[in-house]
Each structure stands twice: as C-alpha cells, then as structure tokens.
C-alpha cells in the first residue's frame, strides 16, 4: 500500500539517482517524513530550521497543489504520485534606501516584524513613507493614531480648526485637556506621546486651488478625511494631476464608505460624481449628526488601505467602494469603473487646474 | 560537494540570454536552461519565462505551474531542464542572498549583469550541498559555426 513520490532531478543525488520512491503513510506529510528518514541529506533543501516547508518547495498530490488540500495533513491513497515542484526565484541584492529600525523601534513593532507580509522590509518602508491626512477630525483621528502606532515615518496634518466640545464624542485624537487648542497641536500632542519616533508636518491652513498642490507634492500617499464637497474634489483633483493615490473616506449618520481612489490604476473620484453637489443639498454632520463610532470604523479602515499600499501586501481598495451600514451592521462593495468620458482622468480631460467649488 | 561538470552552451544562447536581459530592463528576466546531462550540461535550448513578480523589479519568480508545464514539454523533445538563468539590472552577475537562499542542488544559475540597459558579465553558478553559498561553475561558451 504506498504512494509514489517523484524526486526532481535537482534532488535525485540525495536519493541515489532514483527519480521515484515509493513510501506508505496516510498523509503527506507521513510520506515526506519517511521519505527523509531514509534519506537524509533531502531535509535541508526541502525544510527550513523551524521545520515547516520552504517556500519554494511545492508538493503536488497527483495534479493539485497540497496547499489547495489539507496541506501536509492531506491524506493520500495507495496509487498517488506525490511530485516535488520547484519555484524559482532570486533577484539582485536590494539596494536599501530605507531607514534603519533602532532596538527599540524593533521592539516597539515586533507584533508587525513576526507577520511575513510586513517583516523588516515593510516596517522600513512605513518609516520611510510620507502620509499626508486632510483633517484632523473625526476620520482624520483614528486615521492619525493608527498611522503613528504603525510607525509611519512622517504623517502629514492639513487642518485650521480648534478643538470643540462637541468633537470630543467621536474626534479620540483630541481630548478635554486640549479643549480650545488648535486641532493640529492637539493632534501633535497625543501623536507624540503615542509614538515619539514619527515626525508631525503641520499645515495649518484651509486647504485652497492656491496651495494644494505644494502641499500635496510633498507626499507619498494623500487620505481625505474631510467632512466638506469643496476640499473633497480640491483632494481628487490635485491627486490625479500629481499623480498620486487618494484615500478616500466618508461618513454620515450611521453609514460610510471608502475607497482607493487612483487614476493611474483606476478610477477617481469625479468618475463617479463628476462635479459636486449645488451647496447645501447634501448636510455635514453637524447638521446631520453622525455615530461617534463611525469615523472610527471608515478612519480605521483609511489606514489599513494606506499601510498596505506602503507594504505592497494584499488587494487594495482601488476600484471598488466599500459601503457600511453601522445599523444593519453591514458591508456591501460596489466595483467602480474608470468613466472615459471624466472630465480630469478620462481620454480628453478638460479640467487642467483645480478649481474651489 | 559540487561534483565538477561544465554548463555547456553556444555564444548565441549566451547573446539570447543577454539580450533578454536587456529587454526586460529595469526588471529583471527569467528562463530555463534546457538540454541533456552527462559529463557535462549540454543545453540545448532556452526557455523564456514569465517573471511572475511583478511587485519588485528586483525579484523573479518562476512558478511551479509554469515549470511543470515547461517540464513535460521539454520531456516530449528527450529534454531536462539543467538550470535558470536571470538577469540582475545595474548588479553584478553574482548571486545574492535573496538567490542563494531560493536556490535548489544541483541546477545552474546563469546570472547576467544588466548595466544601464546594456548587458555585462554573464557567469553560472551552483549551490552548495550544505546550501552555504552557491559556487561559480565553469562555462563553456562555444562558437557554433
């Protein structure tokens, strides 16, 4: 009763030149340990130290990939070919223009170090990256809090606000004791004080057709946390004529939603409104009211999409917009398509400069 | 260790590989060395191959699917695949670590260094038996007349 395992000719010297061995066991991994256990020399090029199987090592089970099975705990049957499949790969040494993480900042993000799809790499392109968040208000303080805690290297803050009591139920970057503060120093405080390793960049201004550019310039990745139409395509705009990603966040009373806005790859914005609404017809939360949790939800996922356009892990939102019902609790997805015809990102724009709606 | 067999191929494979290398510029290319093994590697024929990495113009990737794929056609025409060959853009035509640590027994790794868009050193390589480092090869760059 046994399965036949098939040995690459890279191998075929740890196993006497056979290039087929036929071993019992009721899993793969039974067949893979009794096939190491009468030959030994195969251990170091199919396990890494801790044991489990090197990356680059495949194993079928007849035509399937075991990781689309049960993995070494895949059971096999007398008569299955067991085929050992290499990948290749490799490249150039990297040339590391990142920062160094000192001890403490590698104990500071060891949670981040141990998961593969962030590692060192990744940590150092957060410290390396420039973020700049439109708002320090209700998206914008999750956002901020969760950039800095990720280590985000240098965090960018557009706003000319001050602290107000009424912020305070959803607005958790701020607090009592800076009540009457400007926004930004508020905001600067606590960002500190949670990661003293990030570097503020304060921009206090109202952001305008005037300097939005210069400003956005100055960056790797724009995230709007806005509550207001005219900053909102003021941000798109200059993001598409930069060229840079947007991410982008809404809320209102108990809904929000989020995309990655990104005319190279995507759409923008405007392919989906292109031009605002007449002003007034849509209420701001001031009017409207908004859940306080709310912001916390979209803000926090504003900042997933950006680290992981940062660390290049995963599918980034961009194309598709993501809407929450925090009542229903619920998320749907809509997939956005690229409008030709938009008037700033499409085949013939008309919009070359920004406008202040 | 590394038993001492020549990698054997013509001056226009070696010019093949370059000018992949060349093409695929600033990323890096990849493809299979095909042909027979005995005294020496004798290959035959080059297989361009997809660079499934796509995310970093430093890094190549075969994968399994591609490879097998690759591999039974090959066994059709009484071929076996020997080794790979690589580019590295404005890198030298010396593995890395990044190389090393992926790299499997046996096979040759031909690397040619990219320069600014112009091909430079090509050298083969092999990893050791204890997986410490990978060893240049000889190779045997012959003129077909």
């Known amino acids: 009763m046994s399965v036949t395992v098939s040995i690459p000719t890279p191998l075929r010297s740890f196993t006497a030149g056979q290039d087929s061995i036929e071993l019992a066991g009721d899993t793969v991994g039974q067949v893979l340990d009794g096939l190491m256990a009468t030959h030994a020399g195969l251990k170091r090029h199919l396990l890494q130290d801790d044991g489990r199987l090197r990356n680059f090592v495949n194993l079928y089970l007849n035509d399937t990939d075991i990781r689309h099975l049960e993995s070494t705990a895949t059971p096999v049957r007398p008569g299955d070919v067991l085929t050992i499949v290499p990948s290749i790969a490799g490249g150039a040494p990297v040339t590391q223009t990142e920062p160094q993480l000192s001890h403490a900042e590698v104990l500071r993000y060891s949670r981040h170090l141990l998961l593969p799809e962030v590692g060192i790499g990744g940590q150092r392109k957060l410290k390396a990256a420039r973020v700049l968040t439109i708002g320090a208000g209700g998206l914008g303080s999750p956002l901020s809090l969760y950039l800095a805690a990720a280590g985000v290297g240098t965090i960018g803050i557009v706003d000319f606000d001050a602290v107000d009591l009424t912020n305070l139920q959803r607005q958790i970057v701020h607090g009592t004791s800076t009540l009457g503060r400007p926004k930004l120093e508020s905001a600067e405080a606590r960002l500190a004080d949670l990661n003293p390793n990030v570097r503020i960049e304060k921009h206090e201004t109202r952001l305008s057709s005037q300097n939005a550019m210069e400003i956005l310039r100055e960056y790797d990745i724009v995230v709007d946390g806005t509550d207001n139409f005219p900053t909102r395509y003021l941000v798109n705009d200059a993001c598409v004529l930069l060229g840079k990603p947007n991410v982008y966040g809404s809320i209102f009373r108990f809904e929000g939603q989020a995309s990655v806005f990104y005319a190279k790859q995507g759409p923008c914005y405007r392919c989906l409104y292109s031009e605002p609404p007449p002003p007034g017809l849509v209420p701001s939360c001031a009017e409207g009211g908004v859940l306080g949790v709310l912001p916390g939800i979209i803000g926090s996922i504003q900042a997933l999409e950006t680290i992981k356009w940062i660390i290049g892990a995963g599918d980034s939102l961009i194309g598709r917009l993501v809407l929450f019902d925090a009542l229903k609790l619920r998320f749907r997805e809509l997939q956005l398509r690229k409008d030709p015809a938009c008037p700033i990102c499409g085949d013939t724009p008309s919009i070359h400069d920004l406008i202040d709606y | ?145």
């Not at chain 2, 290398?21 to 361009?48: D, F, I, N």
């Open chain 2, 1 to 145: 260790m590394g038993s001492e067999v020549t990698l054997r191929l013509s001056d226009a494979m070696a010019d093949e590989i370059r000018r992949h290398g060349e093409l695929a510029y600033p990323a890096e290319c990849c493809g299979v060395l095909a042909g027979r093994a005995g005294e020496t590697k004798e290959v035959v024929r080059l297989v361009p191959m997809h660079n499934r990495r796509t995310d970093d113009p430093h890094r190549y990737l075969i994968a399994p699917d591609d490879l097998r794929r690759t591999i039974s056609e090959l066994r059709g025409c009484e071929l076996e695949v020997l080794g790979y060959y690589h580019s590295h853009p404005d890198h030298p035509a010396a593995p890395s670590g990044f190389d090393t640590e992926h790299a499997w027994p046996w096979y040759s790794y031909i690397i040619v260094g990219v320069d600014r868009g112009r091909a430079a050193e090509l050298a083969s390589w092999v990893l050791e038996d204890d997986r410490s480092a990978m060893s240049r090869e000889s190779l045997e760059v012959f003129s077909e007349v």
